[in-house]
């Protein structure tokens, strides 16, 4: 074990990273992964509440053919092309899902599962055809290249897109917030208000596609899946009001991004993989110790509630005595 | 995205690159692979073929049960949680063998379940969410794991390629623990069939008549970790849901009963594997899970289409062929009111055009068209020269008898029901065209043999009981 985990100096993890020389690659790249992830948290918010946490992890692998298609067309891997394949593969997806869940027994869950790997393995046939076409570095979709922001001179168009996705999801989020509340929670009621819950829903998906692409590029594309759900769960286990969740989402985002950053120099490895273990830890913490609905807080007040109901039975049954003796 | 790293492997590895795709094996052109494949002469294609086959096996028996307790995407789930415990399996003896990465393997998928099962107990988040958190969570740990396994010495390829291996790759140990797990799968859900049926199904009545459907779940998880992890070396982590899925969905399109649908589940998971190995035979560089995820959803869309219950087309075309139906005889029942009205416009049996275009309240064009169904079906005779309309023996016969129906429902509705007379009609209006012949005498013995609605009109007879002159 020895030989994958490096000894642990408290200098060489919390205080190199801050040193001067080495401030500006830890803050670039933290600034990249956070707002990656604060906005995939977001929008994950409003899948976890609409019980499409699946959807999203279906849209991103079903954008695939969506971008080789685009990239394709227009010859390059980044840019608006691709932007728009990848929303127009996010919309056929929920289309799909959405009319064999309509128009056959097949549920759900189900559907979700044939749409999303049959467009992946499309998309996969497409990049084996047309490979010579595509320039596509395999590593970059796996691990991400997070750490290209650092090495850029200048603002990196990546860490750029990022926070452009970030500050338009916020401000859609603002926008749209009293839409997406009562269509998450109550559609009829969104119904007689005047509210569009189809257009909502359509909004969210082809949105929650535009962070998945950003979002690949840069820690890798099943990563995403897990940036996209466990901040807004870990936020739902200690709040129960929605714009609490959203903010608590953002700080999630955050935290684990920095700690996840440590731990990754730390052990170097892969820093995208190392945020969302930090995360994942975060939802352990929350789920141990949420003071609403964590297990220790929980188990704590049975155990109160258990000791106060055997006093009560021993008072009751002292009282009758007395009453009996006398 | 595994395809693109499928691709960058293979400029990374050479050596995965030489014998990775079926299509590999063979030179020549489309039809000279295509004997090739067929004539089984390399011993590749032998091995990924019968892998591909029991794998479809294998995972359209297990599919069946998670398809039908709407827990499809626990294969996905699982696909993904298996990676830490691949990683750790590779650490336990710095090397690749076998036997410890599957145990690995196994280990974090059914730790992944417990885990997913105890989020969904403890707390308020649903069960997606739990399976999210569980995939991705799992998964970005896998990936940390196999980062720093990057950093040591030794071949460490194999990791690669057992995450997005390909059929081709399959050795001779892979097929024979792919036969193990498909034997061991078949004779354990063959065996507790029963029982399996029953906690798919309803799992508290399961608990009450003493099956232990809590055990029943996590043994069924076991099994599903065995087969994804064994069939991650054919077809890659992300399409292994797809073949536990596809198949079975398919064939819950096609049937109502379990075992048939088990059956139909793995015919289709076989027939899916052959294919897509031969598809990509066909030429050099396929990757052989694709092309058996795109073969399992050929066989998906053509049920979702032509399933003769629950198809698309067979569904749509019962719908037009009742709605045209309903549409003949409501013009069947305008003619016949017309003509027991005796108004002015009713002469020698005959209605004119006129009168029936106000009763049906439609354009004159769509009453032309409803009198050419009528009289396409003989119904009703061809109208006269001045378009005037009467109807056959036939149509006289069907038009009573829609009436009737009308009138029986509305008087059992007032009389049976009590519904005020003014609400009855609009019911009626529907349910006439659905009557049958054994409620029409149900409706008349426990109505006493009315001959009135409750609107004072007289319910028609039927044909054979006034002789053949109703109107």
Redesign the interface.
């Known amino acids: 074990m020895s030989e994958i985990i490096p000894p642990f100096h408290w200098h060489l993890f919390l205080t190199e990273p801050w040193s001067a020389w080495y401030l500006d690659t830890t803050l670039r790249v933290i600034a990249m992964a956070f707002c990656v992830s604060a906005s995939c948290g977001l929008v994950g918010v409003y899948l976890i509440l609409r019980r499409l946490a699946l959807v999203g992890d279906a849209i991103s692998h079903s954008v695939l053919p969506g971008i080789v298609l685009a990239a394709l067309v227009a010859h390059t891997l980044t840019g608006p092309a691709i932007i728009i394949g990848a929303i127009v593969a996010g919309f056929v997806t929920t289309v799909l899902i959405e009319s064999i869940d309509h128009h056959s027994r097949v549920k759900t869950d189900a559907a979700i599962g044939i749409v999303f790997s049959a467009l992946f393995a499309l998309g996969v046939v497409m990049v084996t055809m047309f490979a010579g076409d595509l320039h596509i570095d395999a590593d970059c979709v796996l691990f991400g290249n997070l750490a290209e922001v650092a090495t850029q001179p200048g603002m990196p168009p990546a860490l750029i897109q990022a926070g452009s996705v970030l500050l338009a999801t916020i401000l859609l989020i603002g926008f749209f917030f009293k839409d997406l509340l009562v269509s998450a929670f109550d559609p009829t009621l969104a119904r007689s208000l005047g509210i569009r819950a189809r257009w909502i829903h359509y909004g969210l998906m082809a949105w929650l596609s535009v962070t998945v692409v950003s979002a690949f590029e840069a820690v890798g594309s099943i990563i995403v899946v897990a940036m996209l759900i466990i901040p807004g769960a870990t936020a739902l286990l200690l709040t129960d009001r929605l714009w609490k969740a959203l903010v608590l989402t953002v700080i999630h985002a955050a935290a684990s991004t920095v700690i996840g950053y440590h731990v990754g120099l730390w052990l170097d490895s892969n820093l995208p993989a190392a945020m969302v273990v930090a995360g994942l830890g975060l939802f352990v913490i929350a789920w141990l110790f949420s003071p609403s609905q964590g297990l220790l807080p929980r188990a704590i007040g049975r155990q109160r509630l258990r000791d106060r109901l055997e006093r009560e039975k021993v008072e009751a049954r002292e009282t009758t005595e007395k009453a009996e003796s006398r | 995205?595994?395809?693109?790293?499928?691709?960058?492997?293979l400029?990374?590895f050479p050596t995965l690159a030489q014998a990775a795709r079926i299509g590999e094996v063979s030179e020549g052109n489309v039809l000279d692979r295509a004997i090739r494949f067929f004539s089984f002469r390399d011993p590749t294609v032998r091995i990924a073929v019968a892998g591909c086959v029991l794998l479809g096996l294998c995972c359209g028996l297990l599919g069946t049960f998670i398809?039908v307790r709407?827990?499809?995407?626990v294969?996905?789930m699982l696909a993904?949680a298996v990676l830490p415990g691949i990683a750790l399996g590779y650490?336990w003896t710095l090397s690749k063998q076998p036997l410890h990465l599957f145990l690995g393997a196994v280990g974090a998928g059914i730790i992944g379940a417990i885990v997913v099962s105890l989020?969904r107990q403890?707390?308020?988040?649903?069960r997606?969410?739990a399976?999210?958190?569980v995939?991705?969570?799992f998964?970005?740990?896998?990936?940390?794991l196999i980062?720093?396994?990057q950093?040591?010495p030794g071949d460490k390829s194999g990791l690669k390629s057992f995450l997005f291996g390909s059929a081709a790759a399959l050795s001779e140990t892979d097929l024979g623990l792919i036969a193990v797990v498909s034997l061991v799968s078949l004779l354990i859900l063959g065996l507790l069939f029963p029982q399996f049926r029953i906690a798919s199904f309803d799992p508290t009545f399961a608990t009450s008549v003493g099956i232990p459907s809590q055990a029943m779940h996590y043994l069924l998880m076991l099994l599903l970790a065995w087969a994804v992890v064994s069939a991650l070396q054919a077809v890659g982590v992300?399409?292994v849901?797809?073949l536990?899925?596809?198949p079975?969905?398919t064939a819950?399109?096609l049937t109502d009963r379990l075992h048939r649908m088990a059956g139909l589940s793995m015919l289709f998971g076989m027939i899916a594997g052959a294919a897509g190995a031969f598809l990509s035979a066909l030429q050099t560089?396929?990757?052989t899970?694709?092309?058996v995820?795109?073969s399992a959803?050929a066989l998906?869309v053509g049920a979702?289409l032509f399933a003769p219950n629950?198809g698309?087309v067979p569904r749509w075309s019962r719908q037009r062929h009742q709605s045209r139906k309903i549409r003949r005889e409501n013009t069947l029942k305008a003619i016949f009111h017309l003509l027991e009205n005796e108004g002015s416009d009713v002469a020698e049996g005959k209605v004119s055009h006129q009168a029936l275009v106000d009763q049906r309240r439609r354009s004159p064009l769509l009453v032309d068209g409803e009198i050419a169904a009528l009289v396409r079906h003989g119904l009703a005779e061809s109208p006269d020269e001045q378009g005037r309309v009467t109807l056959t023996e036939a149509g006289r016969a069907r038009a009573m008898e829609i009436v009737r129906n009308h009138r029986l429902w509305e008087l059992f509705l007032t009389n049976a029901a009590n519904i005020a007379p003014d609400h009855v009609h609009d019911d009626a209006e529907k349910i006439e065209h659905i009557l049958g012949e054994d409620i029409v005498r149900e409706l008349e013995r426990s109505l006493d043999q009315p001959t009135e609605d409750p609107h004072g009109r007289v319910i028609p007879l039927a044909m054979e009981e006034s002789g053949g002159s109703g109107i």
């Open positions: 995205m595994a395809g693109l790293l499928l691709l960058g492997m400029m990374a398809v709407q827990f499809a995407l294969g996905d993904h650490l989020i403890t707390t308020r988040l649903k997606d969410t399976l999210g958190i995939l991705g969570g998964y970005g740990f896998g990936i940390l980062t720093l396994i950093k040591l992300v399409l849901s797809a536990l899925v596809i079975a969905a819950y399109l560089g396929l990757p899970g694709p092309f995820v795109l959803s998906f979702f629950h698309v």
